[in-house]
Structures are given as C-alpha cells and as structure tokens.
C-alpha cells in the first residue's frame, strides 16, 4: 500500500554530482523522519542523511559539506556533489510512514550510484 521509488543513480567521474530521488505513494496520512542509507559491496548498509518532518537534518561524517537533503512533501532528495569513489553504492530511502495499518517504515528497492576515478 505504500511504495517508495528512487532515482537518479547513475555513473560519474569523481568530483561529479548526482540528483537522487525518493517518491512515497499510497495510502498515506503523514511522513515523519525520512532517510538515505547506502550499501556498498561487501559492507554493510550505513546512514548517509536524516531529514525530519520539520525539515532537522542530519549528516553521516563521510559526506558533511558534499551531499544535502532536501525534503517536499512526500518527495525526498540527495543533492551529491564532490563525489569520490567510495561513494559507490546503491543508496535506499527508507521513511516512517502514518499509514493504515499504523506507523511503520518502508524501504525503497535502491538506486545504484557508481564513481569512478
């Protein structure tokens, strides 16, 4: 009932920029923290950026000053500029949604986001 999509990824040289892009649909009565996780090969998936309902933000150390959220209603965004290569990975949103069924968080299925150097 409730999806997330992301886009944007893409392959780009280092010191590139991406536009990654997350759209929640369906059955939704509000959205309250949204965030942007990446999995790298062989690593674990880790947290790269936090945005609240009220627009707070939050920032993994490895991109503070390169990448920004951004968030509009039920759309979220990561601005990545300065893009290194350990930036590779295939970046997920994921938000905590008031649904139907409750609160509950949802993943989106990636978007994979390569540099190359």
């Known amino acids: 009932q409730v999806q997330l999509v992301e886009s944007g990824g893409g392959l780009v040289q280092a010191g590139g920029s991406l536009r990654l892009s997350c759209v929640v649909s369906?059955?939704?009565?509000?959205?309250?923290?949204m965030v942007w996780y990446r999995q790298a090969p062989g690593k674990q998936r880790e947290l790269v950026s936090t945005?609240?309902?009220?627009?707070s933000t939050n920032y993994a150390d490895s991109v503070k000053g390169r990448f920004t959220i951004s968030r509009d209603n039920a759309k979220m965004y990561l601005q990545m500029n300065s893009l290194k290569p350990e930036d590779t990975a295939v970046y997920y949103c994921?938000?905590?949604?008031?649904?139907?069924?409750?609160?509950?968080?949802?993943w989106g299925r990636g978007t994979q986001v390569t540099v190359s150097s």
């Open positions: 369906g059955s939704i009565f509000s959205i309250a923290d």
């Open positions: 945005v609240s309902r009220g627009g």
């Open positions: 994921n938000a905590v949604v008031h649904g139907p069924l409750g609160i509950r968080g949802y």
